[in-house]
């Protein structure tokens, strides 16, 4: 089946940038996605990326893409410990096709 | 809309006794997922629904798992008889198939001991 790699901790101090890395295996995913869990909640979309695109961006965030390579990864700015919480990589053709991740735990430090 | 509702938010059970999981998904919202998360395994699709009609039941781990959609409002995922390797948090999602984006609810956290 399909397959999403993602490393599991990263850690950053506050006022650095996070950059958290994730593959892919479905070339014919449509749409690449970011999603972030906080403790006990459940997932929330954060930003996704078409296919086609190379780079987006949204305020903090950006998202870069390598669709040669599979590769996707979610830049954090002035990382703040509001951003602590489960980062999930996600690929699929729409929302009911999503494949995700295992989820990367970032840990800001003060 | 109060978004996707999940309930029970938290259920011990008993091995060997019947659970039922419940999800109320967003007004207007045709698809509906059911996930499970653990540790080991991370975020596993088990089944969704599209205008309450299972498509897709091939992640339902067995038997014991069964889930059903009776009307657009309402969904439940039962596991019979439970097992203490059921112990995860299990997630209700729904999504309009239009939008890329799937909401999630708050997720319901099962131990069977």
């Known amino acids: 089946g399909e397959d999403v790699e993602q490393s599991l901790f990263l850690s950053v101090r506050e006022g650095d940038s996070s950059v958290i890395n994730c593959t892919y295996t479905d070339s014919s995913s449509t749409y690449l996605y970011w999603y972030k869990q906080e403790p006990g909640a459940g997932l929330q979309l954060l930003t996704y990326?078409?296919?086609?695109?190379d780079m987006k961006q949204d305020q903090r965030l950006t998202v870069l893409l390598n669709k040669k390579d599979k590769h996707l990864s979610l830049r954090i700015a002035d990382t703040q410990t509001g951003d602590s919480a489960i980062y999930f990589c996600a690929s699929g053709a729409g929302s009911y096709q999503l494949t995700f991740g295992k989820g990367t735990k970032l840990s800001v430090i003060p | 809309d109060a978004g996707v509702i999940q309930s029970p938010r938290h259920e011990v059970t008993e091995m060997g006794q019947e659970v039922t999981l419940r999800c109320k998904p967003i007004?207007?919202?045709?698809?509906l997922f059911w996930y499970r998360q653990t540790m080991m395994r991370g975020l596993e699709l088990l089944i969704y629904f599209n205008n309450n009609v299972p498509i897709d039941d091939s992640g339902m781990p067995e038997d014991r798992f069964s889930a059903k959609m009776p009307n657009a409002s309402f969904s439940t995922l039962k596991i019979q008889p439970s097992e203490p390797r059921d112990s995860a948090v299990y997630f209700c999602a729904t999504g309009d198939g239009l939008n890329t984006e799937a909401f999630f609810g708050q997720g319901t956290r099962l131990t069977v001991v």
């Open positions: 990326i078409f296919s086609n695109m």
């Open positions: 007004s207007g919202h045709d698809y």
